[in-house]
Nanobody
Framework: QVQLVESGGGLVHPGGSLRLSCAAS????????MGWYRQAPGKQRELVGS???????NYTHSVNGRFTISRENAKNSMYLQMNSLKPEDTAVYYC???????????WGQGTQVTVSS
């Protein structure tokens, strides 16, 4: 059974930092494209960034230079380091694992990030 469990969300002031974690079980994060998505109230879910099985990362323009995705193979986990947070970063953040070639796409339950003074 595949599980993706996010943690690390919370309330932070503008300009602050948070580190989200995604712990995977039932799959290996090294062979999937792992991604972070977010969904703000009243908006569609959007891709924040992703890391391929080869370790290449990409980010949506609005977070480029502020957010960093990393992977720790020994812990079968993925992380999202978020710096210089802005109120518009407020959303539920979801961990995703996909392997289009196999037709599989897994989601975590989400963790709330609120940026407010």
């Amino acid at each position: 059974q595949v599980q993706l469990v996010e943690s690390g969300g919370g309330l932070v002031h503008p300009g602050g930092s948070l580190r989200l974690s995604c712990a995977a079980s039932g799959i290996s994060v090294t062979i999937y494209t792992m991604g972070w998505y977010r969904q703000a109230p009243g908006k569609q879910r959007e891709l924040v960034g992703s890391i391929t099985s080869g370790g290449s990362t990409n980010y949506t323009h609005s977070v480029n230079g502020r957010f960093t995705i990393s992977r720790e193979n020994a812990k079968n986990s993925m992380y999202l380091q978020m710096n210089s947070l802005k109120p518009e970063d407020t959303a539920v953040y979801y961990c995703n694992a996909k392997k289009p070639l196999w037709g599989v796409d897994y989601w975590g339950q989400g963790t709330q990030v609120t940026v407010s003074s």
